[in-house]
């Protein structure tokens, strides 16, 4: 059973990743760690947005030799 908690929990989630698509389509390819930093949401939040994008096949991970970066597909 879906609550109205839950509703707002995913529609909170929702909203976030679309912050964090327009983020990335502004600044380009970033770290996860600067990308936590520069969104106003809870780490967690950040996280489940970036998880979203990617199921949704929005965003792609790139391998640098020091880090991971987030980038929109």
Known sequence: MVTEMRIE???HIGAV????WHHLEASGPVSMNRLIKE???PRDV????V???AREG???F???PR???IALS
């Open 9 to 11: 929990e995913i529609a």
């Open 17 to 20: 990743a679309g912050i964090i």
């Open 39 to 41: 969104i106003d949401a």
């Open 46 to 49: 950040v996280m489940q947005g």
């Open 51 to 53: 998880g979203w994008l």
């Open 58 to 60: 929005k965003v792609q």
């Open 62 to 64: 790139i391998e640098t």
């Open 67 to 69: 880090s991971k970066l």
